[in-house]
């Protein structure tokens, strides 16, 4: 199974902290991707990468999946409230 990593840096952390989604399809991947950039800039630098990513020691790195990731993988913004 071919499996994909979307990686970001959280603009908010007070410390570099890289968050790496790793995801088991390209479609799951394009929905981080949308879901990161759909945060309003508190997600920068996304990226979508067919090999597993490294990053300098000087970052935190937080590996994300999907059974521990809350709605990340869910479309459509979920984390906003819908109106009605």
Known sequence: MVKYWV???DSFASSPKKLVFVC????EAK???RNAKDRGGEMKYVKI???KPSFPKAFKVEYK???NSGRW???DRP???KKK
Request: charged share 30%.
């Open 73 to 75: 993988f869910e479309k």
């Open 24 to 27: 088991n399809s390209y479609d």
């Open 49 to 51: 990468c067919s090999t």
């Open 65 to 67: 999946y999907k059974a």
């Open 79 to 81: 984390w906003e409230e």
């Open 31 to 33: 929905v981080i991707e």
């Open 7 to 9: 990686t970001m840096t």
